[in-house]
């Protein structure tokens, strides 16, 4: 009986010290494995060019003046036009380089002839304040060529973007730092 009675007491014990065990090791290795699913670390916020309508809330939304996101210009997609929706006001009465014809309202767009009637496009982001107009053109006359993204080396990565809680289209969302620009040549 007296076996019997050892027996018990360290079947009982096993269990005590089993349940313990299955109560604290999950609960210790909580904190490693929630670090491991919420550290943001190795993600950058960035803006989705499908998915950008281009309202210019980046402009106004962004903690920094001038904004972190900037117009880019995909030169592969670009048809290098006269009449680049991106640049030139609708309805301009002249085509030229003018402040009064271009849709950029801080000169950011540069033009540059290359041969009858081709221009290059270039961005100057140091002057871009991501209002998105030349996006909106680019999109509704042009070919979609200009486009919004997160500039990586000016964007202080917050835990919660302000421009991707204002975005109303969504298009704002963290990626992988070793991928964290969006190219519309590229394949998606």
């Keep these: 009986m007296k076996e019997e009675k050892n027996k018990y007491e360290s079947r009982r014990g096993f269990v005590k010290i089993f349940g313990k065990l299955l109560a604290v090791v999950p609960l210790?290795?909580?904190?490693?494995?929630?670090s491991k699913?919420?550290?943001?670390?190795?993600?950058?916020w960035?803006?989705?060019p499908y998915k950008c309508i281009a309202c210019g809330?980046?402009?106004?939304a962004c903690i920094l003046t001038p904004s972190a996101s900037k117009c880019v210009h995909?030169?592969?997609l670009c048809g290098y036009c006269d009449l680049c929706g991106g640049y030139l006001k609708e309805g301009a009465k002249s085509i030229g380089t003018g402040a009064e014809v271009q849709m950029c309202p801080v000169g950011a767009i540069t033009r540059k002839y290359v041969e009858e009637p081709f221009f290059e496009y270039t961005i100057d982001e140091d002057l871009c304040d991501g209002c998105a107009k030349c996006v909106k053109g680019c999109?509704?006359?042009g070919n979609?060529?200009?486009y919004m993204q997160i500039k990586q080396d000016i964007c202080v990565n917050c835990n919660e973007c302000s421009i991707a809680v204002n975005c109303p289209a969504q298009a704002v969302s963290r990626m992988p730092a070793d991928n964290q620009y969006i190219h519309k040549s590229r394949p998606v």
């Excluded at 699913?37 to 950058?44: A, D, E, F, P």
Aim: charged residues 25%; aromatic residues 6%; glycine residues 10%.
């Design 139 to 141: 999109k509704d006359f």
């Design 144 to 146: 979609g060529s200009l």
């Design 28 to 34: 210790a290795g909580l904190p490693v494995l929630l």
């Design 74 to 76: 995909e030169h592969a």
């Design 46 to 48: 960035q803006i989705d």
């Design 57 to 60: 809330e980046c402009k106004t």
């Design 37 to 44: 699913n919420t550290s943001l670390k190795g993600y950058v």
